[in-house]
Nanobody
Framework: VQLVESGGGSVQPGGSLRLSCTVS????????ISWFRQTPGQERKAVSC????????YTVGSVKDRFIMSRNKTETTVYLQMNDLTPEDTGVYYC???????????????????????????WGKGTQVTVSP
């Protein structure tokens, strides 16, 4: 499984960016793709997740009014549209995939919704997002 991220960069407060992550090598629809971010001095945390089987998404409350996760299922590409960015959004954003059969997908989706998602099977290299005047 390979992940290729793109779309990071530098913007002024109030600006927008769209991150992309193309995943290849998945062998089934039972997976979870998540965007994590690591802001300076903080641990890496998931900000949004999407289930492979039905495309249902979850975005954490602190950004859900500004960040939208979506996908192009045919290409297995996911996006994170980030609007009204603030300096507090500065950090490295990672795309990650977790795969597994049976109840795995639902289990990790619940972890994401509870803010407890940490372990994923595959990670992208990360893309830097910098928001400054």
């Amino acid at each position: 499984v390979q992940l290729v991220e793109s779309g990071g960069g530098s913007v002024q407060p109030g600006g927008s960016l769209r991150l992309s992550c193309t995943v290849s090598g998945l062998s089934s629809d039972s997976y979870l793709i998540s965007w994590f971010r690591q802001t300076p001095g903080q641990e890496r945390k998931a900000v949004s997740c999407i289930k492979g089987s039905d495309g249902f998404t979850y975005t954490v409350g602190s950004v859900k009014d500004r960040f939208i996760m979506s996908r192009n299922k045919t290409e297995t590409t996911v996006y994170l549209q980030m609007n009204d960015l603030t300096p507090e959004d500065t950090g490295v954003y990672y795309c990650a995939v977790g795969t597994g059969a049976g109840p795995y997908e639902a289990h990790v989706f619940r972890l994401c919704a509870r803010g407890e998602l940490q372990e994923m099977d595959y990670w992208g290299k990360g893309t830097q997002v910098t928001v400054s005047p």
